[in-house]
Structure formats: structure tokens, C-alpha cells
């Protein structure tokens, strides 16, 4: 009965909210009508298609070539037509190292010390993200009370904002923090995180698995409850032990699910920006500065926008990007034929 | 009576939940189970409880270490003599007895201090010898003054406009887009669905640079425009929007054009109110990009009266001088939007993105 109410009162919300709505579209009618007219029914599908291909068109193929003459150009104009073309000097400014594998030796130090940073902090993430969206996938999928409620809890921080995670997490960090309270508490000394380079590092990683574990444990999830559960009773009527039906079944049935969350987690990993930036500003120094961050300085707050230069370290972080999206194919393709 | 135990363990396992465990013992994995659940709830919702009862603390218990879990002010009482109230304290005498008493005034170490039951009489205590009595209060300043003497009010208002235009734009030319893909067969629908399958993999920070150079050459820069319109055609919600079209029966659409209806008037009245569940999962992503985006419009938007909420936040953290207890209460507030849809409409999120791996 009440819920009966319910529906009505909500049917009569959205048609109120729908009236606008369906007043601009028949307004539109006539426009369309005669543009059918004009052009014949066969023709339709692209006018329908227009406003979106203008849009992608604009903002995202037109820029993906833009972006590549960009990073062949020099100067400190922003118009193409203003900048000198130099060709591949810019790839060969920030390629220019004595050794690869330190940072100090390279012309552009920040450019690399920026890849390197990144390197650990996807190495860590990935691998811990992974590792606890499992733990709690598994436990989630258990027999357990209140299951939705605490699947709720797990997923809640994933649609918080990047700016708003962040300053959650600075101040409880704080030297005057409660988490410096607690050290107190203990016995121990406070700990300066965000001077420490490591500490900074470490609470980089742990901010961003903190706010993204729910997507992840959400894809494992479904794929858990996927698998046919009398794979689990013929299992049991065996005497299968526990241990066995998980690396033998769960694990393997699995896999694909966990291809496309290591995968997506590299990919989201090696574009990590917002709450890092908002957490530490990169620092201490050049601790935790990634190669977005590079790229945004660069580009964007440095006194000579150098926007040749992020141009042309964007299409290094293309071409890695690249690279994942083709492997992130390769598994979804796997995970639709199991 | 083993009727009796197998009750007992029935009501057990009852008590417990449903567990692995065999006649209601508990297997060690429920114990891990619960455990890392609690563990689990205190980590994942402690930090954001902590930043809303810190956002109701004043600025002077904020600076306090270590911290009180409740936002704590200190009483303060309206004595016989005296004009305005007098702060309450709780003073250790000479004579080793504690009193309640109101301080009038504090001279270098000592504080003048008042008995309010014999306002007649002021007594010596030494500053140390005295604690602040305390009671639960809110410091709801914390929520006015931003709104009210800074800019926070603009922000909010342009995030809001943001959110909306830019969900409503995506929306039409989204769905738009997806009628045509999902509907019709002409040649080159491959092609576009390749292309919009392609820009999936194009996130906007490899083309930062360009998009800014476009954004700029149509005039838009500090304009909340450049905001709302780069990201409008996602192709996740063309994809998302094309697939679910897909579904619905031929036989309709046939039908309409039996009945001479334009394709406009089929698009709007046969296949967008039965593409609403999609719809609304879109709306749902859409509103929730758009309110939590950071890098974008922190690029494109650099003076104060088109900042977003999440750029202003950024910004007010980022002065010198960082006033905590407006940044918490503001903090707060742009936590609230994304909260209530999320307790809502939770189902509508997670199944949309079981279904689609996208978020």
C-alpha cells in the first residue's frame, strides 16, 4: 500500500521534471521533420550522430593531432601558427640522459624522477590493490550478515571527490593529527609525515587504495558470483578441502575478472594526479610528483609555459597508455570467451 | 537432548550469521571474517566520521593536541556583577578541595576567578591549577562564514551549474547519438563505433595541451563553457546508452513508422522513455564526474568567481595561512551531494558499474 503511494508520488516527480523536457523536444519536432524531409530517412542516423561526432571531433580527435604537432614545435606561444617547428628536439630534450636509471644524469631530471615516481607507485598500488579488493571480494561473497551494508561501507569512498579524499586524510595526518594523537598515545614519537619522502610515498599509496579498493572489490565481486555454485557442492559431496576449491575453482574461474581489475588499476595508476596533488603537492621536493603532475606544471604553472615540452611528454604517456589499453582489450577479449 | 544442542547451536549460528562453520563452531575464517570486516568499516568510514565532528569544532579546539573525539565548547555562565558571561573552569584551591568557578579575569599566571553561588568575593588560581569545563556544541560558524563572507556560495552555485548543464547536455547528444548507432543500419556504423570505442582509451590528461589551445581559441578559458563542454560526449554513456537500445523490440519502432511518426518523434517518445534504467545510470556517472572533476577545471579556470567547489577547496587549502575549520565545513558540504545520491541510489551505481567496468 505504501509503496503503492510511493510510486505514484515518484511518477508524478518525474513527470513534473519530464514536462520541460517533453516541451523542448516537441519543439524540436518541426526541425527535424523537415530536415527528414529534406535529406530523406536514410540520412537520418547522421544527424542524430552529429552533435556528438562535433563534440568528439573537437575536444578529442582534432586535440590527438594537435597534440603530436605540438610536441614538434618550440617557443612559448600557445597558437600553433605563432611556434617555430624544430622537429623531434623536444623528444630529444627529455630523452637525453647519461644513464636511464638515475634520474640526476638526465638534462630533464624532473621528467624522469616524474616516471620513476610513477614506476614504484603503480608497482605498490597495483600489487596491494589487487591483493585487498580480492581479500574483500572474498569475504563480501561469504554467507555473512548484513552483506549489503557492509559492501556499502567498502564501496562509499569510491565516489567521493579526489580533493575531498585528500583532505580527509591530511588531517588526520597532520603533526597535530589524531593519528600523531594515537602514536602519542602508545608511547611513541609523532611522526612529520609529509616531510618524509617515504612516508610521503607510502601515504600516496595507501590515500589512493583507501578511495579506489571499492571499484575493484565491485568487479570481483560480480565475477565471484558468477561462478555456477554447484561447481563448490560437487566440491564439497568430494571433500574437497578449502584450500584446494580456491586455487583449483575460485581462483581460476577468477582469472579474467582479475586480468581486467590489474589492468584498469595500471591504467588508472599511471595517470595519478588529483588527490596526490591535493595530499603532498608532490613533495617533499620532488617525492611524489608523477608524470601528470609533470606534465601539468610544465604545460600550466611554471612562469614559461613550455607547452611544446608537456605535448611532447604526453605522447610518451599516450603511448604507455597505449599499450595497457591493448592488453586491457586482450583480457575483456578472454574473459567473454571463458 | 541432543534436540537441545542442535537448538542451541541453531540459535548460536543465529546470533552469529550464517557461517561456515559446522554445528555452530566457528571455522577460523568466520573469526577473520568479522574481524576484517569491523576493521574494515572503521577504516573505510572512521576518516570521513572524524572529518565531519572535526568540522564542528571551533578553530581554537582544532589547534588542541591531542584532539577530543566530540566538538567541545567551554560553558560559559552569565554571574551576578558582572555584564557579560564569564568562562567556567574547574579550579583546584589551596585547600586541596575542586570547585567550579568563573574566571573574571587572568593577570599574567593567575587567574581572578569567581564563585558563582558567592559572586561577592574573587579568588587567586593559578592557571595551572585550573581545566576549562566543557560541553558538547557545535561550531555551525564553521558553515556560515565561508558561505556567507567568502566566496563559497559562488563556487557551490557553479558547481552546481556545472553538474547540471553538463549532465543534461550529455544526456541529449549521448542518447542522441546512441538512437542512431543502435537503431539504424547505414554504412560507416562501423567506423563510428570504432572510433567511439577508440576515444574510450583517450583520457583527457594525453591531451591536455590541445584541448586547452581549443578551449582558448573559442574564448571559453574562465568561462564554466570550457568546463561543461570538453567531456560532454563521453563515449562510455554512447556505449553504455547503445547497448541497452539494442534491446528493445524492432517491432515498436516498425510500428511508429507505420504510424508516419518523423524519426525525431520516434526517438523521444519510443525509444528514450523505454532507455530510462540506462538513462538514469548515466545520469547518475554524469553527476557524479562532473561534481568531483579537478584537473580540467583547475586548469581552465583560474579566477576565483568561475572556481568549482573542488577547485576553490584545493585553493583554500593551499594559502599560507590554512584556516582547518572552514576547509573541513566546506569539505562537508561537497561530500553531502555525492552521500545522498549514493544512499539512494546505490543499487542503480553498482550494478551499472558491474555491468559496464566503467565508473
Not at chain 1, 597534440?67 to 617555430?84: A, E, M, V
Request: hydrophobic fraction near 50%; charged fraction near 15%.
Amino acid at each position: 500500500m505504501a509503496q503503492q503511494s510511493d510510486q505514484t508520488t515518484g511518477d508524478r516527480l518525474a513527470s513534473l521534471a519530464g514536462a520541460p523536457v517533453r516541451l523542448l523536444f516537441r519543439a524540436l519536432d518541426p526541425l527535424f521533420t523537415a530536415i527528414q524531409r529534406g535529406i530523406g530517412t536514410k540520412r537520418m542516423p547522421w544527424i542524430f550522430l552529429l552533435p556528438n561526432l562535433v563534440f568528439f571531433g573537437l575536444f578529442v580527435i582534432l586535440p590527438l593531432f594537435i597534440n603530436f604537432f605540438y610536441s614538434l614545435t618550440g617557443g612559448t606561444q600557445l597558437y600553433l601558427t605563432d611556434r617555430p617547428f624544430i622537429g623531434t628536439e623536444q623528444y630529444g630534450y627529455l630523452l637525453d640522459c647519461e644513464a636511464f636509471t638515475d634520474p640526476q644524469t638526465c638534462r630533464e631530471d624532473r621528467f624522469w624522477k616524474g616516471i620513476y615516481n610513477t614506476l614504484v607507485f603503480i608497482f605498490f598500488q597495483v600489487t596491494f590493490m589487487v591483493l585487498f579488493s580480492l581479500i574483500t571480494a572474498l569475504i563480501l561473497n561469504r554467507e555473512i550478515r548484513a552483506r549489503g551494508f557492509f559492501r556499502a561501507v567498502f564501496f562509499f569512498p569510491v565516489l567521493l571527490s579526489p580533493v575531498v579524499v585528500a583532505l580527509i586524510w591530511k588531517w588526520i595526518l597532520l603533526r597535530d593529527g589524531i593519528l600523531n594523537a594515537f602514536l602519542v598515545s602508545i608511547g611513541l614519537d609523532k611522526i612529520l609525515f609529509f616531510v618524509s619522502p617515504e612516508w610521503s610515498m607510502f601515504w600516496a599509496i595507501f590515500v589512493s587504495i583507501w578511495a579506489h579498493m571499492g571499484f575493484y572489490t565491485l568487479i570481483l565481486l560480480a565475477g565471484l558470483q558468477a561462478i555456477p555454485p554447484d561447481l563448490y557442492e560437487a566440491a564439497e559431496m568430494d571433500g574437497t578441502s578449502k584450500e584446494r576449491v580456491f586455487w583449483r575453482i575460485t581462483l581460476p574461474l577468477l582469472w579474467p575478472n582479475m586480468l581486467v581489475v590489474i589492468v584498469l588499476a595500471l591504467i588508472k595508476g599511471v595517470q595519478i594526479f588529483d588527490e596526490v596533488f591535493v595530499l603532498t603537492g608532490g613533495g617533499p621536493g620532488t617525492a611524489t610528483q608523477f608524470i601528470v603532475q609533470y606534465i601539468y606544471n610544465t604545460g600550466f604553472t611554471n612562469q614559461v609555459q613550455n607547452f611544446g615540452l608537456a605535448s611532447a611528454a604526453s605522447v610518451v604517456l599516450g603511448v604507455a597508455l597505449f599499450v595497457l589499453t591493448m592488453a586491457q582489450l586482450a583480457a575483456t577479449r578472454r574473459k567473454d570467451d571463458v | 537432548m541432543s534436540d537441545a544442542a542442535a537448538t542451541s547451536s541453531r540459535t548460536i549460528r543465529g546470533l552469529l550469521g550464517a557461517t561456515r562453520g559446522t554445528n555452530g563452531r566457528l571455522h577460523w575464517t568466520d573469526v577473520f571474517t568479522y574481524m576484517y570486516l569491523g576493521f574494515g568499516v572503521l577504516l573505510m568510514f572512521g576518516p570521513v566520521i572524524w572529518l565531519v565532528l572535526s568540522s564542528f569544532k571551533t578553530s581554537s579546539a582544532l589547534l588542541e593536541f591531542p584532539p577530543t573525539f566530540l566538538p567541545l565548547g567551554q560553558i560559559e555562565i552569565q554571574v551576578e556583577g558582572y555584564d557579560d558571561p564569564l568562562p567556567l573552569f574547574e579550579a583546584t584551591l589551596e585547600d586541596g578541595s575542586v570547585k567550579q568557578l568563573a574566571q573574571v579575569r587572568r593577570i599574567g599566571i593567575m587567574s581572578q576567578m569567581v564563585d558563582p553561588e558567592n559572586p561577592g568575593e574573587t579568588i587567586q588560581v593559578p592557571i595551572n591549577r585550573r581545566t576549562e569545563v566543557r560541553e558538547f556544541r557545535m561550531a555551525l560558524e564553521n558553515y556560515r562564514d565561508p558561505l556567507e563572507r567568502f566566496d563559497f556560495t559562488r563556487y557551490l552555485y557553479n558547481s552546481v551549474v556545472v553538474t547540471v548543464v553538463a549532465t543534461l547536455v550529455t544526456l541529449l547528444i549521448n542518447s542522441m547519438a546512441a538512437y542512431g548507432l543502435a537503431i539504424y543500419e547505414f554504412r560507416g556504423r562501423a567506423a563510428i563505433m570504432l572510433l567511439v570505442i577508440g576515444t574510450l582509451m583517450i583520457p583527457i590528461t594525453v591531451i591536455l595541451v590541445p584541448v586547452y589551445l581549443v578551449v582558448t581559441s573559442m574564448g571559453m578559458i574562465n568561462s564554466l563553457w570550457a568546463v561543461i563542454l570538453p567531456g560532454a560526449a563521453t563515449p562510455t554513456g554512447v556505449f553504455l546508452l547503445r547497448q541497452y537500445m539494442l534491446t528493445i523490440p524492432r517491432d515498436l519502432i516498425e510500428a511508429a513508422r507505420m504510424d508516419k511518426a518523423s524519426e525525431w518523434a520516434i526517438y523521444w517518445k519510443v525509444v528514450l522513455p523505454l532507455a530510462m534504467p540506462a538513462m538514469a545510470v548515466l545520469a547518475i556517472f554524469s553527476i557524479m564526474w562532473r561534481w568531483n572533476d579537478f584537473l580540467w577545471p583547475l586548469i581552465v579556470l583560474n579566477r576565483s568567481e568561475v572556481y568549482t567547489l573542488q577547485v576553490g577547496l584545493n585553493a583554500f587549502q593551499g594559502e599560507l595561512d590554512v584556516q582547518w575549520h572552514y576547509i573541513l565545513a566546506m569539505t562537508v558540504v561537497t561530500l553531502i551531494p555525492v552521500t545522498l545520491v549514493f544512499a539512494f541510489l546505490q543499487k542503480f551505481i553498482t550494478t551499472g558499474i558491474a555491468s559496464s567496468g566503467m565508473k
